[in-house]
């Protein structure tokens, strides 16, 4: 760790003398991508974040929303979401499981208790071995973190991109419930007031892990970067979620920050300065399960399962109690002030006063002051970037010629690792614990119940790295329009939104270009459906050695309806039912555009991106409505591999499916990954048309059988497959890992 020669004059001004190595080590970590935002916060601004519903918005550990409800007690979610990509990289297990441990403590933080988690994974061409061993990595560690705390993943995207081979991401996002009374921020209230480290004993893993995010990966970073991965505990991690709900159901937090990036002296400085106020801390008095730490080491460990609790002096040793019940360390390490960020270190050490070798005329070493800083300085003081942007080029137009027969495409398309079945993934995680979980992954949105205002709320998360890659504005625009139609398709209305925005190193005109782009793509979209950005994080210097990764907008958005039932993805084997298509405006004028599709990646080719809809609110709002029709069978998102992947998916052994489209251009309606479309199968299409009036256009596509068979045919090609061959299909994860 070094803090570059720019920042160390900023310091030195500021401090009026040169920073002591502690404050050096706290403003470069501090001052890092990671935690200041320094080339992405000039452009943040873009987002709208209010709206009557947004209790918390950004600036916190996570966002906090009120849901509709007609009962007399608010009722509040929290939303939150993170990246741990580079560590990931080094050691996918750790890597993942602290990801999922430092999101739930961001929710317990805000006086909520997790109840779902979302992850969004990307990963390097799936044949591959290392990308393999990075997914499986991954996945476990997801898992054994996630089950063993008990909090369900109900949710998720995993994508197969070369742009990751040498950087993959993971992006984990966590949904929490809480109430007004027991809702609490990152923001100290009151001189005097103690400051108690609960949780974990801190040791010397995780040195460096804001400052080890902020820069490329290196060839060698699997064995040199290795000391700032940190090291899970999900048992401690259970422990102090119970402990934090016993905190608060007596009333004895004041704020809360979680130990995340920066360690201690990310958190209670961050704290403080939220509050306009300073701190005492004796570092000596922290916990520790290493002997001979040093201040520098104590400050910046990101040791895990550890929360900052500002507490009121009266109430510290009911803190330490509730603590011992759950056997978890307590230290009352400073006090809230109104002074100066001050750290204080003896060391445990002693001091010789005369040159007697002997020791024997030794006294106690007087606490040195290791840092001695404003808080508000140390913690927005860092200067923002102003780094030059290059426009992204447009794609050329350029389409296989000739063009694969329809068959052999549909076959490739839908047995491709992007499109293909994530069962593998999900059936690891645990995503009916808790008991809330009412449609479960693999759905277009996961739906869990709140029955503390008796609502559903609709979950949905991913990225589209195709999308982004191939048209960065454009994509990020559909990748919001994806999200929103998959909570509509559950008959959810959308509510609030987190984005975790991952891009290239920063410093290349092209790749902070690209960033830029998907920055104003989400945005624009987000505004257009009314849908509020109230929290999300920024990872950048996604870059190594194979070069930088696509721009990759992770959305998780949130929607919710009445009641905990929602249409299945799945057709019913109802013949006299008809399917539509709503919203697909290329098939009525015959304008496909393929650029971005999975198609083009597997068969080659370029071309433009489909144009988002201009209007997407009022066709989600009508989605929402029409999938809670009495006449609604089945409702689909079309989204990754087009209209061939959203039909294999509808099928199954009971119910077949019986289409027909143009043929002038099949494959180009078959494979189009246009966004905001949906498939209907309905017993009322007249109410379907009624309601998509002047919103969006709506095309029989056929009907259901009750054979298991998918039959496709445009013009002289047909594609037929029965359920049992699309699923061996589609098997391709779970086919090849457990071989």
Avoid at 71 to 97: K, Q, R
Avoid at 189 to 201: D, F, H, R, S, T
Avoid at 444 to 451: G, K, M, P, T
Wanted: hydrophobic letters at 40%; glycine letters at 10%.
């Amino acid at each position: 760790m070094s803090l570059a020669e720019s920042d160390r004059e900023l310091v030195t001004d500021e401090l009026g003398r040169e920073p002591t190595p502690a404050e050096a080590a706290l403003f470069e970590n501090l001052w890092s991508e990671h935690c200041a935002y320094r080339s992405s916060r000039p452009l943040l601004s873009a987002f709208e974040s209010e709206g009557e519903q947004v209790v918390v918005g950004p600036g916190d550990d996570a966002a906090v929303v009120a849901l509709p409800t007609d009962g007399d007690e608010a009722v509040y979610v929290t939303l939150g979401i993170e990246s741990h990509n580079h560590p990931s990289y080094v050691d996918p297990f750790d890597g993942a499981a602290t990801g999922v441990g430092g999101i739930v403590r961001d929710t317990l933080s805000m006086g909520a208790y997790p109840i779902a988690l979302a992850d969004s994974l990307h990963f390097g061409p799936f044949d591959r071995e290392h990308s393999r061993y990075l997914l499986e990595g991954v996945v476990e560690g997801i898992s054994h973190y996630g089950n063993c705390i008990g909090v369900p993943t109900v949710a998720g995207s995993v994508d197969f991109h070369p742009g990751y081979e040498g950087n993959p991401l993971v992006n984990v996002a966590c949904v929490g419930l809480t109430t007004e009374e027991r809702l609490v921020t990152a923001e100290a209230q009151e001189p005097g007031n103690k400051l108690v480290l609960v949780g974990n004993a801190t040791g010397r893993d995780g040195l460096g892990g804001a400052s080890f995010a902020s820069e490329d990966l290196a060839e060698d970073a699997e064995t040199e970067d290795r000391p700032a991965v940190q090291v899970g505990d999900p048992y401690a991690e259970k422990l102090l979620i119970e402990a934090n709900e016993a905190l608060l159901d007596e009333g004895l937090v004041e704020s809360a920050r979680d130990l995340g990036a920066a360690g201690l002296g990310g958190a209670s400085s961050e704290l403080v300065a939220k509050g306009g106020l300073g701190a005492r801390i004796e570092l000596d008095r922290v916990h520790q399960r290493e002997p001979n730490m040093s201040a520098l080491e104590i400050l910046l460990a990101e040791s895990q399962e550890r929360m900052c609790y500002e507490v009121r002096p009266e109430n510290v040793e009911r803190v330490r109690e509730i603590a011992e019940t759950f056997d978890l360390g307590c230290s009352v390490i400073g006090e809230v002030t109104e002074g100066n960020y001050v750290c204080t270190f003896e060391g445990g050490e002693t001091q010789r006063t005369s040159d007697d070798a002997s020791g024997e005329r030794s006294e106690p070493r007087e606490p040195e002051v290791v840092v001695d800083v404003d808080a508000e300085f140390l913690g927005e003081g860092a200067p923002m970037n102003d780094l030059p942007a290059a426009e992204p080029a447009e794609p050329d137009v350029d389409r296989p010629d000739p063009a694969p027969a329809l068959a052999a495409a549909f076959e490739t398309v839908v047995s491709s690792p992007n499109t293909a079945s994530k069962e593998w993934v999900y059936r690891q995680y645990d995503h009916e614990v808790g008991v809330r979980t009412s449609v479960r992954p693999g759905d277009d949105a996961a739906l869990v119940a709140i029955r503390e205002a008796e609502r559903g709320l609709a979950i949905s998360a991913g990225a589209a790295p195709n999308w982004t890659d191939a048209a960065p504005y454009a994509g990020a625009k559909a990748v919001v329009v994806e999200n929103a139609t998959n909570l509509a398709a559950k008959g959810a209305t959308p509510l609030a939104a987190v984005d975790c925005l991952n891009g290239g190193n920063p410093e290349k005109p092209d790749v902070y270009g690209g960033f830029e782009a998907i920055v104003d793509g989400l945005a624009e979209a987000c505004a257009a459906l009314s849908v509020p950005v109230v929290g999300g994080n920024v990872s950048l210097y996604n870059d190594s050695a194979a070069g930088p990764i696509p721009p990759t907008p992770t959305v998780a958005m949130v929607g919710t309806k009445a009641g905990y039932d929602a249409p299945p993805l799945a057709a019913a084997p109802e013949p006299e039912a008809d399917l539509l298509l709503v919203g697909d405006r290329a098939l009525a004028d015959g304008a496909f555009r393929l650029g971005g599709s999975e198609y083009l990646a597997r068969v080659g080719g370029s071309d433009r991106f489909p144009r988002p809809p201009a209007e997407p609110k009022a066709f989600v709002e009508a989605v929402a409505a029409v999938a809670d029709a009495d006449g609604t069978l089945a409702t689909h998102d079309v989204s990754h591999g087009g209209l061939a992947v959203a039909l294999a998916e509808m099928v199954t052994p009971e119910a077949g499916l019986s289409v027909s489209l143009p043929a002038d251009d099949p494959a180009g309606a078959l494979f189009h990954e246009a966004p905001g479309r949906v498939l209907i199968q309905t017993t009322d299409p007249g109410e379907v048309r009624g309601a998509f009036d002047g919103v969006a256009p709506v095309r029989t596509l056929g009907t259901a059988t009750e054979d298991g068979m998918l039959s496709i045919a445009a013009g002289e090609e047909t594609v037929e497959a029965d359920a049992a061959t699309i699923r061996d299909l589609r098997s391709v994860l779970e086919r090849e890992l457990d071989s």
